[in-house]
C-alpha cells in the first residue's frame, strides 16, 4: 500500500524533492514495517541505508535519501545496516537497474516529449515491459513519475523567489497554461500564490488540549483546512508557518471555538462523526478517497485494497495509501481507518501509536453507547 520511489541525487539535480517524498519520511519517521520492501532511505551522514522500520535512532531529515532498492543504494555508495539488514528484505530485482536508469533519464530531459517508446530505447527495454516493470518498482507509471519530478521543480523554484514563468519554463513544462489550469489541484493554489508561500491567505488557528495531546485547527473564511497533533503547541504553529511561510497567520482560540469543541467532543466519544465546513486542495481521486474514508463506520477499519474496491478501483491500492497520507484534516477525514492488507497499522503522520489510540478510542466509546443502549431497552 506504499509508494517506493528512488531519489537518483545526480540525475535529480535542480528538480526539487518528489511530493510523494513526505509520505515515505513520515513511514521512516514512525518506523512503519508496512514499507519494507518498498524502498530503503540512506543516511548521508553515516554512508549507512536501512529499512523503513530500522530500530536505530531516527536522523535528521535533511540527511535522508531515498531508493528504490538496497542495490540502488549500494551503486550510490552506501553500505547495508547491520541491524536491520535491509539487503535482505527481498531478492535482488533483475529489473531494479533498468527502472533506476529510466529514472534518470526521464529526470535529464523533463523539458522534452517522453514517450514510452523513447524511454525504453534509451534503457534498453522494449516500452510494455518498461511500463510493467516501472509502476511495480516505483509505483507509479514513467509519466506520473516525470509529472510529480516536474511538479517538485516548480515548487523548489517558487519557493527560492524564482518567476512565475521562469519557473514554469525551467520546470520542463510546455506552456504556462497547462500549468495554470491545473494549479488548484497540484500547488493547492495559484503559481504566484505559492511562490509567495500563501501570501494575500488570511489563515487562523487554535492550539488545545485533547486526549491525544496537543490539537492545532486552523481553518480559511471558507472552512478548516489543517487538523494536526502533537506534544508540543510550538512545534505545530512551526509546521503550519513553513506550509504558508506568508499568510497572514493570526491565533483565534474564540473564533474556532466551536470546530475546536467538536474535535475534542468527537476524542472524548460524544459525537461519532465530524460535520465541520473544508477549505482543503485535493485531486478528483483524492477526495472520491476521503469521502469513502468518511463512510467508514465509527470504530470500524478497512484495508486500502477494501477502499480501492469500494471505488471500483482494486488496482489503486498504493494510490489510496497515498491519498490517506496527504490528508490535512486528520479525524474530520479519518485516515486513521485504513489499515494494511494483514490487518496492521501502516504510517500515519502522528505516529502509528496515536493511530491505535484513535481506533482503540473509538471502539471503547462505541462498545460503551452499545451497552447503555442496551440497558435502556431491559
Not at 516529449?113 to 516500452?127: D, F, H, K, Y
Not at 478501483?313 to 490535512?328: D, E, L, S
Request: aromatic share 6%; net charge positive; charged share 25%.
Amino acid at each position: 500500500m506504499t509508494m517506493a520511489t528512488v531519489e537518483m541525487e545526480r540525475g535529480m539535480a535542480g528538480t526539487g524533492l518528489l511530493a510523494e517524498d513526505e509520505e515515505r519520511w513520515r513511514a521512516v519517521a514512525g518506523r512503519d514495517g508496512g514499507y519494507d520492501g518498498a524502498f530503503v532511505y540512506a543516511v548521508r551522514s553515516t554512508g549507512i541505508y536501512c529499512r523503513p522500520s530500522c530500530p536505530s535512532r531516527r536522523p535528521r531529515r535533511e540527511h535522508v535519501a531515498f531508493f528504490v532498492s538496497p542495490e540502488a543504494a549500494e551503486l550510490a555508495g552506501f553500505r547495508s545496516c547491520r541491524r536491520c539488514l535491509p539487503g535482505e528484505a527481498r531478492p535482488a530485482d533483475p529489473q531494479a537497474g533498468p527502472v533506476a536508469a529510466a529514472c534518470r533519464f526521464i529526470a535529464a530531459n523533463l523539458d522534452e516529449s517522453l514517450s514510452l517508446e523513447r524511454i525504453g530505447a534509451a534503457v534498453g527495454v522494449s516500452p510494455h515491459h518498461l511500463q510493467r516493470s516501472f509502476k511495480r518498482l516505483v509505483g507509479v507509471s514513467p509519466r506520473e513519475y516525470a509529472d510529480a519530478l516536474r511538479l517538485g521543480a516548480l515548487k523548489h523554484r517558487l519557493r527560492a523567489g524564482e518567476g512565475v514563468s521562469e519557473a514554469i519554463d525551467a520546470a520542463g513544462y510546455g506552456s504556462n497554461s497547462r500549468i495554470y489550469e491545473r494549479a488548484n489541484e497540484r500547488l493547492g493554489m495559484a503559481p504566484a500564490v505559492y511562490r509567495g508561500g500563501g501570501k494575500g491567505m488570511e489563515i487562523r488557528y487554535s492550539v488545545a488540549g485533547s486526549p491525544l495531546g496537543r490539537l492545532l485547527v486552523a481553518a480559511t473564511g471558507r472552512g478548516v483546512c489543517a487538523v494536526s497533533l502533537g506534544d508540543d503547541d510550538e512545534a505545530l504553529e512551526a509546521e503550519l508557518r513553513a506550509e504558508y511561510p506568508a499568510a497572514a497567520l493570526a491565533r483565534d482560540d474564540e473564533g474556532l471555538g466551536a470546530a475546536v469543541a467538536a474535535l475534542v467532543g468527537y476524542l472524548d466519544g460524544a459525537r461519532p462523526s465530524i460535520d465541520l465546513p473544508l477549505d482543503v486542495q485535493a485531486t478528483a481521486f483524492q477526495r472520491q478517497v476521503w469521502e469513502e474514508l468518511r463512510r467508514i463506520p465509527y470504530g470500524e477499519t478497512r484495508t486500502y485494497l477494501q477502499i480501492a474496491e469500494a471505488l471500483g478501483n482494486p488496482k489503486a491500492a498504493r494510490a489510496v495509501g497515498r491519498a490517506c497520507a496527504t490528508n490535512p484534516v486528520s479525524l474530520i477525514v479519518p485516515c486513521h481507518r485504513a489499515v494494511g492488507s494483514d490487518g496492521k497499522l501502516h504510517g500515519f503522520r502522528w505516529a502509528v501509536e496515536r493511530k491505535q489510540a484513535l481506533l482503540n478510542l473509538e471502539r471503547s466509546h462505541r462498545k460503551e453507547a452499545a451497552e447503555a443502549g442496551g440497558a435502556q431497552n431491559r
